[in-house]
């Protein structure tokens, strides 16, 4: 991942369309994207994690129009669904970029006169299919048999033939492809970004950026009887969200601190948008580039992708108010490698949780702390990394775990971070059973208890600093009860008491430790009665 700056990090998730309440897929993104910022301040940088609703255009003002609201009426209500979403899943979000907000209106218009005053807007006709759904012209060659388009196979495209007015996108074909030469990490992974390239080469087409019959959205500066088509509007929102809160909006302003933005986070299904029309704009308005889109993959059910207008959708709130919001974000962070689709199952869910967070981290914490009670009097057991044996398997999965995680969460991959992580979690167990403590205690090796002991309490406390970012309210728990009062919601006790990069490496388990008394952190989950249990 390119670091622009050492000290700062600004990560982006899509602005959500408001036609509907947020399903599972929009929930994957943020998730993901708080799981990024959570890392970056957990390294002790100053992060800005955008998210926020996309509310202009075609698509919202019909589904307004649908339930005989006005739109902005519609829109309000919308948005309360997304940010009791993001709260119940735990995402610390610092803006939330609503593209109705009067700002906004100022920023787009800043934005437009640049790119005006370079001359690459101009007006001729549009002619095509329209999929209002993606709010996108398709080229006839992408359409289904029956000219519906593959995204939303249930909805027509709908025949346009409209003056607009149109960005000279063609004119930065080279500058793009000079772009993505330079900097191969600025599209990733590398399947998005051959597809990417591949559209590029075929040679860019200008594509319009206002319309007729919408009046839901700016009016065009410079044509007040058009608005300005709903994709150029919303990519700036990721630029009005940079304002400090109640600062006066400017281009200039909103540039001033946070841009360029490090990673965009979308879906596939919008790569193109900011892959290519995205960095054009900024190009023609002369503004540096953001450091890389990541276009991740969809959330499928039973194979299909899940979506609004197919209606398999799942109710994300639903899942966390059952579940708990740690388990939905682990669940989708380990099981999808990210980048790839992933299918969605209620009865995986339930075992993979059941196994992971409840037997092997939960039951291992239980037991362990059960034993220090026991053969330790409550007193944290004494063996520093100096005095544990060398062929220590838990000190040597400990020692080299660090580093291994650290670039895989660098990397994006997170369902590495927590195989790695597990890996050591899982030694844990087998080292127990291996060295029985219990026999140890009896035949009166206390000193071999307590390296056992100390080495598994240490290699809990690695592995829930580690999962942090993904499961802040179970490395919390864990962290208390071994003796901290930090909480991994609360980013100056993290400072104060596990410091970066002191805390991410085999060996800081204090020595001096109060535990709480031992309480599961995590029970098991049940599968509800009506739960879909086909494979
Ligand atoms: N409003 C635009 C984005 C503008 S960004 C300046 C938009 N909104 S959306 O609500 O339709 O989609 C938002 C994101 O959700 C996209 O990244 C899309 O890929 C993602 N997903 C929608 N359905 C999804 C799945 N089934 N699975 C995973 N992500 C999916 O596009």
Redo the contacts with the bound molecule.
């Keep these: 991942m390119v670091d622009l700056s050492p000290h700062r990090f600004t990560v982006t998730?899509?602005?959500?369309?408001v036609?509907d309440v947020p399903?599972?897929?929009?929930a994957?993104?943020t998730l993901v994207a708080d799981t990024i910022a959570r890392f970056h301040r957990l390294q002790g940088q100053d992060v800005l994690l955008i998210t926020g609703t996309?509310e202009h255009g075609q698509k919202i003002q019909r589904t307004a129009e649908g339930k005989g609201l006005d739109p902005q009426t519609h829109c309000d209500q919308i948005v309360q669904h997304f940010e009791a979403l993001w709260q119940a899943l735990n995402i610390q979000y610092d803006r939330f970029s609503r593209t109705t907000d009067p700002r906004h209106g100022a920023i787009v218009k800043d934005f437009f006169a640049r790119v005006w005053a370079q001359g690459d807007i101009y007006p001729a006709r549009q002619q095509g299919w329209y999929c209002v759904a993606?709010?996108e012209f398709k080229e006839e060659r992408e359409l289904l048999a029956d000219g519906h388009c593959p995204l939303h196979p249930t909805l027509k495209t709908e025949w346009r033939d409209e003056e607009n007015y149109f960005f000279r996108l063609s004119r930065y074909q080279s500058a793009l492809e000079q772009l993505y030469a330079e900097r191969p990490d600025f599209i990733q992974p590398e399947s998005r970004r051959n597809e990417v390239l591949k559209f590029v080469q075929q040679g860019l087409q200008d594509f319009s950026i206002s319309r007729v019959n919408v009046s839901w959205g700016f009016p065009l500066p410079c044509d007040v009887e058009q608005t300005i088509y709903?994709?150029f509007d919303?990519?700036l929102?990721?630029v009005t969200a940079l304002l400090e809160p109640g600062e006066e909006p400017s281009l200039d302003r909103a540039l001033a601190q946070w841009w360029p933005i490090n990673l965009h986070l979308?879906?596939?299904?919008?790569l193109r948008?900011?892959a290519v029309y995205w960095p054009a704009m900024l190009l023609s308005a002369g503004l540096p580039l953001p450091g890389a889109v990541f276009g991740?993959?969809?959330?499928?059910k039973d194979g299909h992708?899940?979506?609004k207008s197919l209606g398999n959708?799942l109710d994300p709130l639903a899942l966390v108010q059952r579940y708990g919001s740690d388990a939905v974000r682990y669940y989708f962070v380990k099981e999808i490698e990210f980048g790839r689709d992933g299918d969605f199952n209620e009865v995986r869910f339930v075992h993979i949780l059941n196994a992971d967070l409840a037997n092997d981290l939960g039951n291992l914490l239980n037991r362990t702390l059960g034993m220090v009670k026991k053969y330790c009097q409550g007193q944290a057991p004494q063996a520093t990394t100096a005095e544990q044996a060398p062929d220590n398997p838990l000190r040597i999965l400990g020692l080299a775990l660090s580093e291994k995680v650290l670039t895989a969460y660098h990397h994006l991959a997170f369902h590495q971070v927590c195989e790695d992580v597990f890996a050591l979690v899982r030694a844990g167990n087998k080292y127990i059973d291996d060295r029985a403590p219990w026999s140890l205690f009896k035949m009166g090796q206390q000193a071999a208890v307590e390296e056992v002991l100390y080495s598994v309490l240490e290699s809990l406390r690695l592995a829930a600093y580690l999962l942090a970012p993904i499961i802040p309210n179970l490395s919390t728990k864990i962290y208390q009860q071994l003796g901290f009062t930090l909480d991994f919601n609360d980013w100056p006790s993290v400072a104060q008491q596990a410091p970066f990069p002191q805390h991410s490496q085999w060996g800081q388990f204090p020595l001096n430790s109060h535990f709480a008394p031992p309480q599961p952190i995590f029970s098991r989950l049940e599968l509800p009665a009506d739960a879909d249990v086909s494979p």
């Design positions: 998730t899509p602005l959500y369309y036609n399903h599972l897929g929009s994957y993104t996309d993606c709010e709903v994709w919303a990519l929102g990721y979308i879906g596939k299904d919008i948008f900011h991740h993959g969809f959330l499928t992708k899940m979506s959708t």
